[in-house]
């Protein structure tokens, strides 16, 4: 399995508090992304990045902010959580333009805001 | 607006029998098309993947069948088993690097292959 740590892998949250997930990876990829997962939605892109301080939005991104200092570390923010973002949360990693060109998922964060 | 559209949304197929499940793309940058499988519980795993100079690969009972001019893509899974039963998710990507290397999927179908 590709290294990927996603934490947490579930949290429960109150309306309005702030919440970050945070993705790991120990395989040195350029690209990292953040999906939602939701019923009759399939995967949707939250953010992504291709470098370190180098971000974007991706088609769901109202509400979400992330950072990425490290090449190994993706945080997602949700500033204020409100009951539209429970979901779960899939980030992923990737090297386009290399052999590496495959992408590849964490196992997920459930995150439920009640 | 939806630039890979999935169907079916679900699927049930009897054991030894063919799964197809077809997506079309709007996007005549994507260059990269892969089929991801996800089990419950589980993150999306690369099935197979086909670049459109091709028209077809095939990977053991995994067939991806690619028809450019129509810009629809499709997986066939022959002699499905119930340990196929799962969800199928295609996607498509561009090559030209920066915003154009993030994955845009289509919504998932979900198979179930009766024993």
């Known amino acids: 399995d590709a290294g990927i740590t996603q934490s947490p892998r579930h949290k429960v949250t109150e309306t309005g508090t702030p919440v970050t997930l945070r993705c790991h990876q120990t395989?040195?990829?350029?690209?990292m992304y953040w999906y939602r997962q939701d019923p009759g939605h399939g995967l949707r892109l939250i953010h992504y990045s291709y470098g370190v301080k180098d971000t974007d939005k991706g088609e769901v991104s109202d509400g979400y902010s992330v950072s990425r200092s490290k090449t190994e570390d993706f945080l997602l923010t949700l500033e204020s959580a409100t009951s539209s973002q429970t979901s779960v949360y899939f980030c992923?990693?990737?090297?386009?333009?290399?052999?590496?060109?495959?992408?590849?998922f964490g196992q997920g964060t459930r995150l439920t805001v009640v | 607006q939806q630039q890979v559209k999935q169907s079916p949304q679900s699927l049930i197929v009897q054991k030894g029998g063919i799964s197809i499940i077809n997506c079309a793309y709007e996007n005549t940058a994507f260059d990269y098309f892969p089929w991801y499988q996800q089990f419950p519980g589980k993150g999306p795993a690369l099935l197979i993947a086909i670049r459109p100079d091709v028209s077809e690969k095939k990977e053991g009972r995994f067939t991806i069948s690619f028809n450019k001019s129509a810009k629809q893509f499709s997986l066939h899974i022959m002699d499905s088993q119930p340990g196929d039963s799962a969800t199928y998710f295609c996607?498509?990507?561009?090559?030209?690097?920066?915003?154009?290397?993030?994955?845009?999927f289509g919504k998932g179908t979900l198979l179930t292959v009766n024993p």
């Open positions: 395989e040195n990829h350029r690209y």
């Open positions: 996607a498509a990507r561009g090559n030209s690097g920066g915003s154009n290397y993030k994955l845009t």
């Open positions: 992923a990693i990737s090297d386009p333009g290399t052999v590496n060109t495959e992408a590849f």
